[in-house]
């Protein structure tokens, strides 16, 4: 019986597996497809994942291939209104310099750290766009969101505002990169990797709306300039001539190409729904005729150029390697998919995981050999050799590095130095529970409106920060008699009080309770709801106070005014005079505040009222 339950438990281990390994192998061929532009059919794979995941127990991997599932839908709406463009160049480079070949003004680029953007390790964000001439300046940096968000500062004088986040063009979610002004000012240009797109960093526009004073909706800028790589750093020419963008679309991930194409006022948009096409469009490829090769035998015959070539062909070996390997790993999970037989799907799972493992490792050795080619063809650049890269490095598909348009590389500017000015830290009085308990920077209470506390305990001594529990704000008050009161939180509203009151006595104060203020003036909390209440148009509320000679109630007492004020506030408050009042309620029926009047008059000796709309009617 133990072998046969034993034998069970393997089996739905095993199945367990093999449902894992299929849904992985699924998403990972529903992207393959995505980046291959086939949207529909990515669509399609990530809708059938979607039906047979269960939302709870799978609820991570549900929303990964739900956001999946919208990219590719936003790729098949896309791919109706394509852009195409006439490109005249394009170049590959490393992604810390790319931006060296844009045609802005030489120096105009700063290094990262500096005193705007003190992050320097964005896998994209390299440098900051900072013309000495600008007064101006629109820049990527973290934002209050802990994202990288667009930000601005304006010159005043001698020295630059306080940084803002432009609201209208960042997604707290999500990263946004590289914003560059269009030469009239009129446009931003931007990357993201959170606003509606195919995945990765799309590029997107936001035009200056002058009557209200604020940026457009961010709009995707669409096939080509967007795709399901990371594509950012748009440019437009200031001789109206040329834009340029940046994409790993076509390299490994320490290097970029930049694209170069000839603007059009009015661009030829047309639907492109077949995937060959759109991925064809996506290599923005310059006409074959107008490629200006460089002689071979320019190259020089040395041991840096041998190291080129070996290193190039060890590249080239790579890329075939996973190139056939994932054609192989195609094959396989479509036989997956389309086939029935257990045993024969069980050996398909065996295969496909394989050769999943086996990819990783040859991307990285690619990776790691791109990046070694990358730093060869650096040395040639620095000793001015120029070599024809691309054409060396994919014989079949020649590709333009410097057809019409010249990338001339200019030059850092100086380290950014300007002064900043420094937000003002303000104290944050929104009640919460901090590690540590904190106190109100500003102890006096609002002069202005209605406001709620959350009355926590009296003593005759100061309390310690460890007495009170991480609530923050904490409000200390002396009364007359020389007790400490201490108070939490500060609430413009009673509900929001309410539920502060339920954290705080879950912290351990179950005799906490609500007190209220009107224009800085201690009043009942009934007074405050009255008068909330007549601001909101809301129903009209009663309260009962209580004040006895003796200054204390019996437990009978207590009770009976429990049972009837059932889930009402009981509140003892210390008047400034010393006077202690009880203070019950509030409640929206008069005659149920009328009788527990009645009741606690026919029980002690003392002055009882009821009060209504903020003035008090004696009931004895």
């Known amino acids: ?67 999946r599932f919208r990219m590719s839908e936003n790729g098949k709406n896309m791919s109706r209104f394509v852009q195409v463009p006439h490109p005249v160049g394009k170049k590959r480079l490393l992604q810390e310099e790319c931006f060296l070949v844009y045609p802005l003004e030489d120096r105009s680029w700063r290094a990262l750290p500096n005193v705007l ?28 969101s802990g994202t990288r968000d667009i930000m601005m500062t304006m010159l005043d004088d001698t020295v630059w505002t306080v940084p803002v986040p432009v609201e209208e063009l960042s997604d707290p979610s999500a990263d946004e990169i ?42 995707n800028m669409g096939f080509p300039y967007s795709s399901p790589a990371d594509d950012f750093l748009y440019v437009e020419s200031e001789d109206g001539d040329y834009v340029l963008f940046a994409s790993n679309r076509e390299c490994s991930n320490d290097s970029v190409y930049v694209y170069a194409i000839r603007y059009e006022s009015f661009p030829v948009h047309a639907p492109m ?73 069980a050996r398909l799972t065996n295969e496909i995981l394989q050769l999943e493992t086996k990819i990783p490792s040859l991307q990285r050795a690619l990776d790691k050999a791109s990046s070694e080619l990358g730093a060869i063809e650096m040395e040639f650049l620095k000793e001015g050799i120029f070599l024809n890269m691309d054409m060396q490095k994919d014989d079949e598909s020649p590709v333009a590095d410097m057809p019409e348009y010249d990338f001339r590389i200019r030059s850092m500017g100086d380290p950014l130095a300007i002064m900043v000015l420094v ?43 460890s007495e009170l529990k991480g609530l923050t704000p904490i409000y200390e008050h002396r009364t007359p008699s020389g007790m400490y009161t201490y108070r939490a939180g500060l609430f413009r509203a009673y509900q929001e009080a309410v539920s502060a009151a339920e954290q ?40 009962v106070r209580i ?37 019950v309620g509030p409640f929206d029926n008069k005659d149920k505040a009328e009788e527990l009047a009645a009741y606690v008059r ?16 004696d009931v004895d």
């Open 504 to 543: 705080i006595r879950r912290r351990g104060f179950r005799d906490a309770y609500i007190t209220a203020f009107i224009d800085g003036k201690d009043v009942s909390v009934v007074s405050a709801r009255t008068e909330e209440a007549r601001r909101n148009n809301q129903v009209i509320l009663y309260e």
């Open 273 to 345: 729904t077949d995937p060959f096409d759109l991925q064809e469009l996506s290599l923005v490829n310059p006409p074959l005729a107008d490629v200006k090769q460089e002689p071979v035998a320019d190259i020089p015959d040395n041991e840096l150029t041998i190291k080129y070539m070996a290193k190039m062909d060890e590249v080239r070996v790579l890329r075939d390697s996973i190139a056939s390997t994932s054609n192989d790993l195609e094959t396989l999970r479509n036989e997956y998919v389309f086939g029935n037989d257990p045993a024969e799907r």
């Open 602 to 617: 026919s029980k002690i000796v003392g002055k009882v009222t009821c009060e209504m709309l903020g003035n008090e009617l």
């Open 117 to 144: 953007d003190a992050d320097n390790s964005h896998e994209f964000a390299k440098g900051l766009y900072a013309p000495d001439w600008n007064d101006v300046l629109y820049y990527s940096a973290e934002g209050p």
């Open 1 to 67: 019986m133990g072998k046969r339950i034993f034998f069970l438990a393997v089996l739905v281990l095993l199945s367990g597996h093999f449902a894992s390994a299929q849904t992985d192998s699924l998403v990972r061929y529903g992207e393959a497809l995505h980046r291959a532009y086939n949207f529909e059919e990515a669509s399609a794979v990530f809708l059938q994942l979607l039906d047979s995941l269960d939302v709870v127990e799978d609820s991570v991997m549900v929303k990964d291939v739900r956001e």
């Open 178 to 219: 590289y914003p560059i002004l269009s030469p009239d000012g009129k446009t931003m240009f931007f990357a993201s990797n959170g606003l509606y797109g195919v995945g990765g960093y799309d590029l997107y526009k936001s035009v200056w709306d002058e009557q209200r004073k604020r940026w457009s909706a961010p709009q």
């Open 423 to 465: 937000p003002e830290v303000k104290f944050d009085y929104t009640f919460r529970i901090e590690p540590e308990a904190v106190f109100a920077e500003d102890q006096s209470i609002p002069a202005d409106g209605i406001v709620y506390q959350v009355q926590l305990f009296s003593g005759g001594r100061k309390a310690t920060v």
């Open 547 to 583: 004040i006895p000679e003796s200054g204390e109630l019996e437990p009978g007492v207590v009770e009976g005014m429990v049972r009837l004020a059932m889930g009402k506030d009981i509140a003892r408050i210390e008047a400034e005079d010393g006077t202690l009042v009880f203070s």
